[in-house]
């Protein structure tokens, strides 16, 4: 059944009065988004959903329903969103196994005037997804890419946190960790020393390491969010001490089971300063190293020397050069 199928079908769901005037706003709000401007040989990249099927917006819905063709991570996944919403518009697969030869097929159907939707499996494409190389030919291509924004798992994980303010709205996404132990302990150490908030993804058979990590590195005080299977029947949402993380996942087997984004929360007194004193000291270094070197180049010497990110200290260093 079609989506205007379901709007039409309220009347009959409702009672009396009441459906109808429901069943008229949202045909009426099809009917503005449908209106809008849907420009041809565009690439769309469509954000869908990271669990509940009700959280794709109608302008993706109707984004997905003007295309010509949808370029998905997973045609079998997107088929799913498809069924419940009752789109039909013909599937490609567009992977990161295939992405250099879907970029070229989508690139020459642009070309011809066809609208083009990108999805991935959930969230957002080309954003810690497939798909940015695709967005890349086809700007490259001189055609336009237009975003469809909708839900995601780092915005949604960060609005439960609380880990943010009106003062300080900054914060990181680092995305996945490195799996083996040495290498994930110097990751963290190098994210978990600025001053703001990190948001990462983490799978379930790490996720015990990973905050074990964090524990060991951060202090037992040091806060940390863990968002579960976020929009989907079995949300978790707790924020909690370090200290406490290793007891809260024993409590329930079922802790350890879904999907994870973990918000390391900004560290408070002496470790907030402690970071602030690591980010003056990388500016003198790069004050210095930028009298010799090109701004590349002092990002990763700097890098080496301090253990800071390497396009933390990049953007620094650009900002330096460009106030010289």
């Given at each position: 059944?079609?989506?205007?199928?379901?709007?039409?079908?309220?009347?009959?769901e409702g009672t009396g009065?009441?459906?109808?005037?429901?069943?008229?706003?949202?045909?009426?709000?099809?009917?503005?988004?449908?209106?809008?401007?849907?420009?041809?040989?565009?690439?769309?990249?469509?954000?869908?959903?990271?669990?509940?099927?009700?959280?794709?917006?109608?302008?993706?819905?109707?984004?997905?329903?003007?295309?010509?063709?949808?370029?998905?991570?997973?045609?079998?996944?997107?088929?799913?969103?498809?069924?419940?919403?009752?789109?039909?518009?013909?599937?490609?697969?567009?992977?990161?196994?295939?992405?250099?030869?879907?970029?070229?097929?989508?690139?020459?159907?642009?070309?011809?005037?066809?609208?083009?939707?990108?999805?991935?499996?959930?969230?957002?494409?080309?954003?810690?997804?497939?798909?940015?190389?695709?967005?890349?030919?086809?700007?490259?291509?001189?055609?336009?890419?237009?975003?469809?924004?909708?839900?995601?798992?780092?915005?949604?994980?960060?609005?439960?946190?609380?880990?943010?303010?009106?003062?300080?709205?900054?914060?990181?996404?680092?995305?996945?960790?490195?799996?083996?132990?040495?290498?994930?302990?110097?990751?963290?150490?190098?994210?978990?020393?600025?001053?703001?908030?990190?948001?990462?993804?983490?799978?379930?058979?790490?996720?015990?390491?990973?905050?074990?990590?964090?524990?060991?590195?951060?202090?037992?005080?040091?806060?940390?969010?863990?968002?579960?299977?976020?929009?989907?029947?079995?949300?978790?949402?707790?924020?909690?001490?370090?200290?406490?993380?290793?007891?809260?996942?024993?409590?329930?087997?079922?802790?350890?089971?879904?999907?994870?984004?973990?918000?390391?929360?900004?560290?408070?007194?002496?470790?907030?300063?402690?970071?602030?004193?690591?980010?003056?000291?990388?500016?003198?270094?790069?004050?210095?190293?930028?009298?010799?070197?090109?701004?590349?180049?002092?990002?990763?010497?700097?890098?080496?020397?301090?253990?800071?990110?390497?396009?933390?200290?990049?953007a620094r260093a650009l900002?330096?050069?460009?106030?010289?």
């Amino acid at each position: 059944m079609t989506v205007e199928a379901r709007a039409a079908g309220t009347q009959d769901e409702g009672t009396g009065a009441s459906g109808q005037v429901s069943a008229l706003l949202w045909a009426r709000m099809l009917e503005r988004v449908r209106s809008q401007d849907w420009p041809a040989g565009a690439l769309y990249v469509v954000a869908t959903p990271i669990g509940n099927l009700g959280d794709l917006g109608l302008r993706a819905w109707q984004a997905l329903s003007q295309a010509d063709v949808v370029a998905a991570e997973d045609t079998r996944a997107t088929r799913v969103l498809f069924d419940a919403w009752g789109l039909t518009t013909p599937l490609m697969a567009a992977h990161r196994h295939n992405e250099a030869g879907a970029a070229q097929n989508i690139v020459a159907r642009l070309r011809e005037g066809a609208r083009v939707a990108l999805v991935s499996d959930a969230g957002a494409p080309a954003v810690s997804d497939p798909g940015a190389r695709i967005v890349r030919e086809v700007r490259a291509a001189g055609l336009r890419v237009i975003p469809v924004p909708g839900a995601s798992a780092v915005i949604s994980a960060l609005m439960a946190s609380g880990a943010t303010s009106d003062e300080n709205p900054a914060f990181l996404f680092a995305g996945f960790a490195p799996s083996k132990a040495t290498a994930r302990q110097n990751w963290l150490r190098q994210w978990g020393s600025l001053p703001v908030p990190v948001v990462l993804f983490e799978s379930p058979h790490r996720l015990a390491a990973m905050l074990d990590d964090m524990l060991a590195l951060f202090g037992a005080a040091r806060l940390v969010t863990v968002a579960r299977e976020l929009t989907k029947r079995y949300e978790q949402v707790e924020t909690l001490a370090l200290e406490d993380a290793a007891a809260w996942l024993a409590q329930d087997a079922h802790r350890l089971q879904g999907e994870f984004v973990l918000v390391l929360h900004e560290a408070q007194a002496d470790a907030a300063d402690q970071g602030g004193q690591a980010l003056e000291q990388a500016d003198e270094l790069l004050s210095a190293l930028l009298r010799g070197v090109s701004v590349r180049d002092a990002a990763r010497l700097a890098a080496q020397a301090l253990g800071l990110p390497r396009d933390v200290l990049y953007a620094r260093a650009l900002a330096l050069k460009q106030a010289d």
